[in-house]
């Protein structure tokens, strides 16, 4: 661990795949920016990777001011051991007071054996993140401007805001698609610092055998309306009803749990906690009960419509608009209202 | 060859199931509704461990760090198949965030001393941070390997794996002993095996044994208690039913490191999500009520 450094600036580590960052990385420097903003520091971008400079200009134009780019063919394929030597190397090195990681099938890899090796704190699949001064309800200490790592908890029934006092860094992973992403800015000015880290042979202990990537088919991230199927649709024909909807609004189409595994329709179009986390201008929930998982992954929609035809479903706890009925008549009157808006 | 497994367990309160029946009045959560389950992910792990034996031989040993009462996902392990169980119980341990799980976990299994393969549920529902597995592993200076869906194979001491990477897969090889975190697609956990339960269900830790004691003699002087308690541990212990419990003291573990000393993330705040049903506009489900939701999402640009 590191000591409070509260001039250390906030840092992202740039998870990059085969030359392309992925998404959450730019949404995580624009966070950054703000956070350092706060506390007037600079955002500094952790790049390893084999052939990646090109995109420390991708992260400048997104919020980073300095990016440590970190150079190996060894650091080509992701492996943990060697990533987390990188990390805590240049932790060591530069004592940033914050590093966030991307909530990631590998920033969750990652990120905890960084912090156990720093023994420092670490927050899983932060939802939000403030900077405020805290004080130690027990020391009666006060803490000036801590991050305040906030995250659903208990299965997402209660929201915990964790704190580190002092094993710094403060360190967090934050789900892909939470925060905003701000629209980058080419003009922005930052740096590129060269770091050699020493990569061992011992330090690579997997093998790569073989590696299947599916191409990404449903964009429901980016989508600005989303109507969203679950159990409560009945059967894989009248998800065609969905469809339908979806086509007349311009919309993606997505799906809970239930709906999946009921084989109605694709894991790919799968909303919620195991699934893709969307925030769309209009999120439509038809049939869809609400459970907690599902929720997770769609409640920071900015206008949620539900239909059930229970009036207890969860989902209505959460919605903008609630409509108790049956969706297989609410669908089709929704449909021509819209083919029949004026325009 | 055989090969020594040990898998790391969880008891954690159902929260996959909260309902609406699980919901107070104000909306909070009654926690009291919801039972305490072998988190999900860890029977995965336990059946890759069972899996492991079945092909190659060698022994299971399930560890738990928790109250008394998580002896009861012990239990289940040894019904299902498990060779030995052990639970790591000490009030000094309470609060402990990952960073210190983790730690009297990997201390515990340095203790065990003999171990190929540590298995670990990918995380535990309770608090889905997926820290521990991989925070294991830094300590105990293993290799990792999370997001396993298959083991592939075991050829003189080096593992082949599946890991899911979200949107595909990879197989690696990797050399034992290693850590490896397990996710639900991995299998269908077995059941418990009816002669198992017939020959396990008795099987205690000794905590359970005292508080069953007690409970059973009412107001006995203290000393026919312990001599009670003696008596039971003594038998369970002749039919090979009691179950191992440690102590911090037992793992030799550096108490700064354990339980609120060893946790650098504090809670400083928790709120409840409050479930209303006072928060949406009621739209009824007829052609004219319809009508006005979409030219409402019109007007407020909702909808282009």
């Known amino acids: 661990m590191i000591a409070p450094n509260r001039q250390g600036e906030v840092w992202v580590f740039a998870e990059q795949e085969d030359g392309s960052l992925h998404d959450v990385v730019l949404e995580l420097c624009g966070k950054a920016r703000q956070l350092a903003d706060e506390l007037g520091v600079a955002v500094g971008a952790v790049l390893p990777g084999h052939q990646v400079r090109g995109l420390a200009s991708k992260l400048i134009a997104h919020g980073a001011d300095r990016v440590y780019l970190v150079e190996d063919s060894r650091l080509a394929h992701f492996q943990t051991i060697p990533y987390a030597r990188v990390l805590c190397t240049l932790i060591e090195k530069y004592r940033p007071q914050i590093v966030l990681y991307g909530a990631t099938p590998l920033g969750r890899d990652l990120a905890p054996r960084v912090a156990s090796a720093m023994q420092a704190g670490m927050t899983a699949d932060c939802t939000d993140l403030q900077i405020s001064d805290v004080v130690d309800p027990k020391t009666k200490e006060l803490h000036p401007k801590l991050l305040l790592q906030i995250r659903p908890a208990f299965g997402g029934n209660i929201i915990a805001t964790i704190v580190n006092y002092d094993r710094w860094p403060q360190m967090a992973t934050v789900r892909e698609g939470v925060m905003p992403l701000l629209p980058p800015n080419p003009s922005r000015n930052g740096e590129v610092i060269e770091e050699k880290v020493e990569i061992d042979e011992s330090l690579l202990a997997l093998r790569l055998i073989e590696r299947h990537i599916e191409p990404r088919k449903v964009n429901l991230k980016s989508a600005r309306v989303i109507v969203a199927g679950g159990g409560g649709v009945g059967s894989k024909e009248d998800f065609r009803l969905i469809y339908e909807l979806a086509g007349v609004i311009g919309g993606a189409v997505g799906a809970s749990r239930a709906a999946v595994d009921s084989g109605f329709i694709g894991k790919e179009h799968q909303i919620g906690q195991t699934g893709t986390t969307v925030r769309p201008a209009l999120y439509i929930a038809a049939g869809i009960s609400g459970a907690v998982q599902h929720r997770a992954g769609m409640e920071e929609s900015a206008k949620i419509i539900a239909i059930n035809t229970d009036p207890n479903a969860p989902i209505f706890s959460i919605a903008h608009y609630g409509i108790v009925g049956d969706l297989k008549k609410v669908i089709p009157m929704m449909i021509k209202a819209l083919r029949e808006r004026p325009k | ?304």
């Open chain 2, 1 to 304: 060859m055989p090969y020594d497994v040990v898998v790391c367990v969880k008891q954690v309160p159902d929260t996959a199931n909260v309902t609406a029946e699980a919901m107070k009045e104000d909306g909070t959560v009654n926690r009291a509704a919801l039972p305490a389950i072998f988190n999900p992910e860890d029977l995965n792990a336990l059946e890759v461990a069972l899996e492991i034996r079945d092909r190659w031989g060698g022994t299971v040993t399930v560890i738990s760090m928790g109250p008394p009462k998580a002896a009861e996902v012990l239990r289940d392990s040894l019904y299902r198949g498990a060779d030995r169980a052990i639970l790591i119980t000490d009030r000094r341990a309470a609060a402990s965030d990952t960073l210190a799980t983790s730690y009297i976990l990997a201390q515990t299994i340095r203790t065990i001393g003999r171990y190929d393969i540590v298995l670990c549920g990918r995380q535990a529902i309770d608090g889905d941070t997926a820290q521990v597995g991989p925070q294991i592993a830094e300590k105990l200076g293993l290799p990792q390997v999370t997001y396993l869906e298959q083991l592939v194979d075991i050829v003189d001491g080096q593992a082949r794996v599946r890991r899911n990477v979200g949107r595909g897969w990879e197989i690696v090889d990797v050399h034992l002993p290693a850590l490896f975190t397990v996710i639900s697609t991995a299998n269908q956990p077995r059941p418990p095996a009816a002669r198992r339960v017939m020959r396990f269900k008795r099987a205690r830790i000794p905590a359970e044994i005292e508080a069953e004691v007690r409970a059973s003699l009412g107001n006995a002087s203290d000393e026919e208690v312990l001599d009670a308690i003696a008596k039971r541990t003594e038998e369970l212990r002749r039919q090979g039913l009691l179950l191992e419990q440690w102590n911090l003291d037992d793992i030799h573990a550096d108490l700064n490191r354990c339980g609120l000393p060893g946790s650098p993330t504090k809670v400083f705040r928790v709120q409840a999500i409050v479930l209303t049903k006072k928060g949406y506009t009621e739209i009824p489900p007829t052609e004219e009520g319809i009508r006005r939701l979409i030219h409402e999402l019109v007007v407020d640009r909702t909808l282009g």
